[in-house]
């Protein structure tokens, strides 16, 4: 067997995550750590306030990470220093609010040299492209919306429409979305919440009725099309997805309409380096893209389709690296 020098992965993960980092399975980033270090590449962690700037370098305070009795832990001594450069490839995977602190994140990495360090998805791309806003990209495959911060505007939208969703632009999990409809008697107050005084612009967008069956969740790598989906299902007393609990997810089936839509919309994404993608779509519509931190649900596949996904998805997301890296990822020894 020939042996390659290991790579070195820098993952960027949320706070969060690094708090509950251990048997967390319930999040992406998980899985891809451990598959990597089961195929003995070096992986190391940070968070977004670990990431610097020093002598016009950018840097990170990280923790190596590993794996103990199947499961993933990181070395909790005091972190080391590295040139983000030093890291083969990086994940930039923290979750939205996209606020300053997130911005200021992503511009760390105006200061890495994206020729020697492969990433994904690229936080300069990342910063330019609004998960909600650019739907707009695509409009044969977004559902009639506007953006806007003007209430009277928002009104007439829903009045036109009957039944609308407004949602902020910088969130995630359905945080701060509301369902409004022509006989909403709260309709000002909730205009004037989600826009922040008429000073915030929301996306405004006609209501599917499909909505009521939940949201296929489509996974993109590279310009990969999964065939496994999953279908998010509205909440108790909600309507739309917003707890994560098995009960809350079923099995879908990509359409060929769907497939071909994602394929294009993959093909255009690429193309500013972002490579790791969820679509949510909903009646043959996309109502979200998702670039910051998308969630394959790899432990809901797994459990719906009798499978290990992260298994398909590691082979797709190496194919990808060869691709970028020119060179071909072999067993490490």
Partial sequence: MNCELKQTILFV?????????????????????????????????????????????????????????????????????????????????????????????????????????????????????????????????????????????????????????????????????????????????????????????????KYLEGAAGGDKRILIVGEHVFDECIRKLPGKDDFKFSIHSDKYFETAVLSEEEKKMAQNVAKRLNAVDLYMVGLDVIDGKIIEVNVTSPCYFIREINAHNNEKFQNILMEKLIDLIELKQGKTLTTLC
Wanted: include cysteine.
């Fill in 13 to 205: 993960i949320d706070d969060l995550e690094l708090k509950y980092f251990e048997f967390n399975d319930l999040v992406t980033n998980f899985w891809l750590i451990k598959e990597f270090l089961d195929r003995n590449y070096e992986v190391f962690i940070t968070v977004k306030s670990g990431l610097m700037v020093e002598d016009n370098i950018a840097k990170a305070n990280c923790y190596e990470a590993y794996t103990e009795n199947g499961d993933i832990f990181y070395k909790k001594d005091t972190p080391k220093k590295y040139l983000v450069e030093d890291f083969d490839i990086v994940f930039f995977r923290p979750d939205p609010p996209v606020d300053i602190d997130y911005i200021n994140a992503c511009n760390v990495f105006d200061f890495v040299n994206h020729e020697k360090t492969l990433l994904i998805n690229n936080p300069v791309a990342v910063k330019n492209f609004n998960e909600k806003l650019h739907l707009n990209y695509f409009p044969e495959y977004a559902p009639e919306n506007i953006v806007t911060a003007n209430s009277d505007e928002i009104k007439q939208f829903v009045h036109k429409h009957k039944k609308a969703i407004i949602k902020p632009l910088n969130r995630c999990f359905g945080s701060g979305v509301y369902y409004v409809d022509t006989h909403e008697r709260n309709i000002n107050t909730i205009i004037k919440n989600v826009t922040n005084d008429g000073k915030t612009m929301v996306m405004v967008q």
